[in-house]
């Protein structure tokens, strides 16, 4: 999973970041308009964490933005402001769910996975695709109803190839889905190659299919035929 956190107030957005990354979302942060438009124009995300209140005018404006330039991200406003105005207003420009200032994290995150859920698993705590099966709740994989033992990473990359099959995906997506900001770090993108590679062999140790298909030249696609 990939967020966005858009907050202006430092310490908060530290503390959004440090949460989301304990559940094992990679997270990217902007302290204002300009930023967020910047890494919206740049990054696709899952999630968009969005203030209202930013120092150079109101969140609301980039929710325009927002939905003409990410697939498919979820969108939660959250604001100091506790006024019907502003929520009907977030809502009405598209975004998702709406949560107000001071909240506990558990709400936050409870609110996220149920967004989560309806974007990309449409509403659905389990994921199928042939043999696997994902348990978003549990972070578990089933192959064939045989639980598969993977690493963080691992279990992000297929949950990733699963959501976008039949996508082809680059190298460079799919090593922002994995790092996040910390891909500026990486002298290259070696490590995908070691994390399919075990991926691969997992699987098939318990009789699941390789549905993976190399692109050359580009990446990878998760083909379902």
């Given at each position: ?16 970041s440090?949460?989301f ?17 910047d ?18 005018g ?40 709406y ?53 963080k990473?691992?279990?992000l990359?297929?949950?990733?190839f ?64």
């Open positions: 999973m990939k967020i966005l956190i858009v907050e202006d107030e430092q310490e908060l957005n530290a503390l959004l440090e949460n990354k304990k559940i094992g979302a990679m997270c990217l942060s902007a302290g204002n308009k300009f930023e967020a438009e890494q919206v124009l740049k990054h696709q995300f899952d999630c968009i964490i969005l203030d209202i209140s930013l120092p150079d109101s969140g609301l404006d980039l929710i325009p933005i927002i939905k003409s330039n990410q697939n498919n991200a979820g969108l939660l406003i959250v604001s100091a402001k506790n006024s019907l105005e502003d929520k009907i207003k977030g809502l009405d420009l598209g975004a998702d769910d949560i107000t200032k001071p909240f506990h994290f558990a709400e936050l995150n409870s609110r996220l996975n149920a967004l989560i859920r309806r974007k990309d698993y449409n509403g659905k705590e389990v994921l199928k695709f042939n043999e696997i099966t994902i348990n978003i709740d549990e972070n578990q994989v089933y192959i064939n109803e045989n639980p598969l033992i993977l690493t990473k691992e279990f990359l297929l949950n990733f699963i959501i976008n099959k039949d996508r082809i995906l680059t190298k460079e997506t799919i090593a922002e889905h994995l790092w996040g900001e910390d891909i500026a770090f990486l002298e290259n993108y070696d490590f995908i190659y070691t994390h399919i590679k075990n991926l691969r062999k997992k699987i098939e140790i318990l009789g699941g299919k390789d549905y993976l298909k190399t692109v050359h030249g580009i990446g990878y696609k998760y083909a379902s035929s």
